[in-house]
């Protein structure tokens, strides 16, 4: 084309052209909330066991207890780990005996311990931190825990400190300061391996672990009952009730603030047997005509628009030492709903 031709057609493309305003987006840019400890681990918690990823949250001291109880229900014949992460100590002392896989520490030659490595049923792995919004596990590969220890065995274990998981990805990139300190490659797992074909058939563990389980090494359980010290008190962070403290227990959070402002003591979760969707029962801390109340799992812990147009949260959680003195006049013992 000569460059008369072009000159010809870029002028009545500039001729044709017509005056567009600028976009300008309404409202103010989006942040995303910020969550407590609590909120975190439960967010977390939920992102990935929809995903099927299993995730059992400890008191830290009790983590070795729990892998021994996941893998003596799993049967696993090997292990994989690193010989000088955090945990390789405790593993060596711990996962040892009739019942336990044969520890396999990860060789540094990759090429020498491949073949091992593919035979390699369960591999433990160490996390930088976890991200709630999305159920993310951080893991950064080094020498000593490659990224091979993750991708390899049918079930990837993943060790996760509380106190490390952040409420988004920007949350965590900036507190970490990952621009300081990259790695060449840095791993955010979302759950186990998944795919699906054209037919929308979705089919797990086909490039990698079919299974992920996460243990949670709290600051303090999760789930757990009161109990007392040795001196026969009540720990500090019990529900006075005026019962005997260690046959009942509570999960998360037991009391909740409304958005309208009254107060609410969660019983536990439970299954609708008619939609089989997941719900919060739930009883009011206030004269009721009704005693306890249900809602979707995702409503009550969802969002809320108020009377004042602004995004706030339905429930609440909030402690007991928080509540109103007429609230906890209502308080009963928590109900053990645990299986067994």
């Given at each position: 084309?000569?460059?008369?031709?072009?000159?010809?057609?870029?002028?009545?493309?500039?001729?044709?052209?017509?005056?567009?305003?600028?976009?300008?987006?309404?409202?103010g840019?989006?942040?995303?909330?910020?969550?407590?400890?609590?909120?975190?681990i439960?967010?977390l918690?939920?992102?990935?066991?929809?995903?099927?990823?299993?995730?059992?949250?400890?008191?830290?001291?009790?983590?070795?207890?729990?892998?021994?109880?996941?893998?003596?229900?799993?049967?696993?014949?090997?292990?994989?780990?690193?010989?000088?992460?955090?945990?390789?100590?405790?593993?060596?002392?711990?996962?040892?005996?009739?019942?336990?896989?044969?520890?396999?520490?990860?060789?540094?030659?990759?090429?020498?311990?491949?073949?091992?490595?593919?035979?390699?049923?369960?591999?433990?792995?160490?996390?930088?931190?976890?991200?709630?919004?999305?159920?993310?596990?951080?893991?950064?590969?080094?020498?000593?825990?490659?990224?091979?220890?993750?991708?390899?065995?049918?079930?990837?274990?993943?060790?996760?400190?509380?106190?490390?998981?952040?409420?988004?990805?920007?949350?965590?990139?900036?507190?970490?300061?990952?621009?300081?300190?990259?790695?060449?490659?840095?791993?955010?797992?979302?759950?186990?391996?998944?795919?699906a074909?054209?037919?929308?058939?979705?089919?797990?563990g086909?490039?990698?672990?079919?299974?992920?389980?996460?243990?949670?090494?709290?600051?303090?359980?999760?789930?757990?009952?009161?109990?007392?010290?040795?001196?026969?008190?009540?720990?500090?962070?019990?529900?006075?009730n005026?019962?005997?403290?260690?046959?009942?227990?509570?999960?998360?959070?037991?009391?909740?603030?409304?958005?309208?402002?009254?107060?609410?003591?969660?019983?536990?979760?439970?299954?609708?047997?008619?939609?089989?969707?997941?719900?919060?029962?739930?009883?009011?801390?206030?004269?009721?005509?009704?005693?306890?109340?249900?809602?979707?799992?995702?409503?009550?812990?969802?969002?809320?628009?108020?009377a004042?147009?602004?995004?706030?949260r339905?429930?609440?959680?909030?402690?007991?030492?928080?509540?109103?003195?007429?609230?906890?006049?209502?308080?009963?013992?928590?109900?053990?709903?645990?299986?067994?």
């Amino acid at each position: 084309m000569s460059s008369t031709a072009r000159d010809r057609i870029f002028a009545r493309l500039h001729a044709a052209r017509t005056t567009v305003s600028p976009y300008v987006p309404r409202g103010g840019s989006w942040q995303a909330p910020m969550l407590d400890k609590d909120q975190r681990i439960e967010l977390l918690k939920k992102r990935m066991e929809t995903v099927r990823s299993e995730v059992h949250v400890v008191p830290e001291a009790e983590w070795p207890a729990k892998l021994l109880e996941v893998l003596k229900a799993r049967e696993p014949q090997t292990m994989a780990y690193g010989h000088d992460a955090w945990f390789g100590g405790t593993l060596r002392s711990k996962v040892k005996g009739k019942g336990l896989p044969k520890l396999v520490p990860y060789g540094e030659n990759v090429e020498a311990f491949r073949d091992e490595l593919f035979g390699i049923d369960v591999g433990i792995t160490s996390t930088l931190g976890g991200i709630a919004e999305n159920g993310t596990l951080i893991v950064w590969p080094t020498p000593q825990e490659p990224r091979l220890l993750s991708l390899v065995p049918t079930v990837h274990i993943a060790l996760l400190k509380a106190d490390t998981i952040y409420s988004t990805l920007a949350e965590a990139m900036r507190e970490m300061r990952w621009a300081e300190n990259m790695p060449t490659n840095a791993l955010l797992i979302s759950g186990p391996s998944k795919t699906a074909d054209i037919e929308m058939t979705l089919a797990f563990g086909v490039h990698g672990p079919g299974k992920g389980d996460s243990l949670f090494p709290a600051r303090r359980a999760w789930c757990g009952g009161t109990s007392t010290t040795k001196e026969g008190k009540m720990p500090e962070n019990a529900i006075p009730n005026g019962h005997a403290a260690d046959h009942h227990s509570f999960c998360g959070h037991a009391f909740y603030k409304h958005f309208k402002g009254r107060y609410y003591q969660v019983v536990g979760d439970a299954l609708d047997t008619a939609t089989e969707g997941r719900v919060v029962v739930y009883r009011t801390l206030y004269p009721s005509g009704h005693a306890l109340f249900t809602r979707p799992y995702d409503e009550f812990h969802g969002w809320k628009e108020n009377a004042d147009g602004q995004r706030v949260r339905r429930f609440t959680p909030v402690g007991h030492a928080d509540l109103p003195a007429d609230a906890r006049a209502h308080v009963i013992a928590a109900l053990d709903l645990t299986a067994g």
